[in-house]
């Protein structure tokens, strides 16, 4: 089993209102954790893997037959891209917040 230190104590509403006889803080109902049992807690970090999984999957899929078409017109010195064309996608990227400085 790993331990990352990385996340603190992680708080959830049931478990922080606990009390020793066993009850919520409440009193409504008993515990399920007994003074001197052991108690897991999770770290939520599966909320951020799946966050991340959406993300990937909204990326566009990489098309490789023009990814290679490309190389080869960059390598074989044929590709000529229109220097004003490239300046001002480059300005609109940046000036819409494309790049964070």
């Known amino acids: 089993m790993r ?5 603190g104590p992680q708080s959830t509403p049931d ?4 009390v020793q006889d066993g009850t919520t803080a409440s009193g409504n109902a008993p515990s399920k954790v007994q003074q001197g049992e052991d108690l897991a807690q999770l770290s939520g970090a599966h909320v951020q893997v799946q966050a991340l999984a959406s993300q990937a999957s909204q990326l566009p899929e990489v098309r490789d037959e023009r990814v290679q078409s490309l190389r080869q017109s960059v390598l074989s010195g044929e ?3 229109d220097p004003e064309k490239v300046g001002a996608a480059l300005l609109s990227y940046m000036t819409s917040g494309g790049l964070s400085a």
């Open 79 to 81: 590709y000529r891209p």
């Open 15 to 18: 478990l922080d209102n606990k």
């Open 3 to 7: 331990i990352d230190l990385r996340y």
